[in-house]
């Protein structure tokens, strides 16, 4: 069965600080991809970043960025210079080749001023 | 220009009753999907329609029942509504569904509330 798990319902951070939010996956495909996903209080979800699982080099968004562990099925987000509009659930996800998008329980993240 | 639409945002009915929710993209993807968000911010896919055709299913309960009558409108019908029906139910589109890393792009989601 294909599982994600984020261990951190929720963080608080000040702002201009830099914060690393959690994910650990499983999953017997060896062809699957990640992301993670911004749900702010409007609701809408927004992509952040997405990570091919067959690139070992980290991929990057501007202040958003990953340390994907393969072998430790380990894929954490981490957010440089935080702002106030980063204020909002996060949820890590996974994707295999089915398509079907497997989504941990979400990281609750508070930028202070 | 809206991406992906649906209506409507809120819906407040009693339980037994039956209600629609539509979703349309103009983005020309070929697979759209419903997700169902619960009250504790956990998603969930429900289904998906590759080109109108019904591609993935997951246990969901049969009064509920997705209709794609082109690939730019996938609708969700829900029959004989009950108090666990409440949640937030999102859309959602992709250009090539085998394309694994191609983003989803959702909707507004739709806050449903069964009394």
């Known amino acids: 069965a294909q599982t994600v798990t984020q261990s951190q319902p929720e963080m608080s951070v000040q702002e201009a600080e830099t914060v690393t939010l959690s994910c650990t996956y499983d999953?017997?495909?060896?062809?699957?991809?990640l992301f993670w996903y911004k749900q702010p209080p409007s609701r809408q979800m927004i992509l952040v970043i997405r990570q091919e699982a067959y690139k070992q080099q980290n991929a990057t968004e501007n202040r958003f960025s990953v340390n994907f562990q393969k072998a430790a099925k380990s894929f954490s987000l981490k957010i440089s210079d935080s702002q106030l509009g980063d204020t909002a659930m996060y949820f890590c996800?996974?994707?295999?080749?089915?398509?079907?998008?497997?989504f941990g329980k979400g990281t609750r993240l508070h930028i202070l001023p | 220009d809206t991406a992906v639409s649906q209506t409507p945002k809120y819906l407040v009915t009693q339980m037994g009753n039956d209600k629609s929710i539509k979703c349309e993209q103009n983005l020309g993807h070929d697979t759209m999907y419903w997700y169902k968000q619960d009250s504790k911010k956990f998603l969930k896919i429900m289904f998906s329609y590759n080109n109108k055709e019904l591609i993935i299913n997951e246990t969901v309960p049969n009064r509920f029942s997705p209709k794609s009558p082109d690939k730019a409108h996938l609708n969700l019908h829900i029959n004989s509504l009950e108090l666990g029906d409440s949640a937030v139910y999102f859309c959602a589109s992709s250009q090539d569904r085998l394309a694994g890393g191609n983003e989803q792009f959702f909707g507004p989601g739709t806050r449903l509330t069964v009394l």
């Open positions: 999953t017997s495909e060896s062809d699957y991809y």
């Open positions: 996800a996974l994707k295999n080749r089915d398509d079907k998008i497997i």
